[in-house]
């Protein structure tokens, strides 16, 4: 590791395009100015190290062998969605409800009131 020492309003370069510039010392810390490329991604080291969890993460389960992946993509594909069933059977004019409960009459339609 480089280690440099600088003062307010100092800076260091690193390769061609990239400057890294003391802007306020404080008690708390050290605010640094960068200024690089567009092309160069910069970021606080643990947004550095979230971005890359999830890139491994989504590395690995792209890597699913394509079998299993088309398998749960049938199963998917099967299964109804929650709360969605097959369309109830069209019934004849005057048959029972089906969802009246047997030798009961068919409770009566509510009536809504103006």
Same mark, same amino acid.
């Given at each position: 590791?480089l280690v440099?020492s600088?003062?307010?309003?100092e800076?260091?370069?690193?390769?061609d395009?990239v400057e890294v510039?003391?802007?306020r010392?404080g008690?708390?810390g050290?605010?640094? =100015?960068?200024?690089a490329? *567009?092309?160069? &991604?910069?970021? %606080?080291?643990?947004i550095y190290?979230l971005i890359?969890?999830?890139n491994? *993460?989504?590395?690995q389960?792209? !890597?699913? *062998? &394509? *079998?299993?992946l !088309?398998?749960r993509?049938r199963?998917?594909? %099967?299964a109804?969605?929650p709360?969605?069933?097959?369309a109830?059977a069209?019934?004849?004019?005057g048959?029972p409800?089906?969802s009246?409960?047997? =030798?009961?009459?068919?409770?009566p339609?509510?009536?809504h009131?103006a």
């Open positions: 590791m440099f600088r003062k307010r309003d800076a260091i370069v690193i390769g395009g510039r003391v802007l010392i008690r708390d050290v605010r640094l =100015g960068i200024q490329p *567009t092309s160069v &991604p910069v970021h %606080r080291r643990e190290d890359r969890a999830e491994q *993460t989504a590395a389960a792209s !890597v699913a *062998t &394509p *079998t299993a !088309v398998a993509l199963q998917a594909a %099967r109804p969605a709360g969605v069933g097959p109830p069209p019934r004849a004019p048959a409800d089906a009246s409960v047997a =030798g009961e009459p068919p409770a339609a509510a009536r009131r």
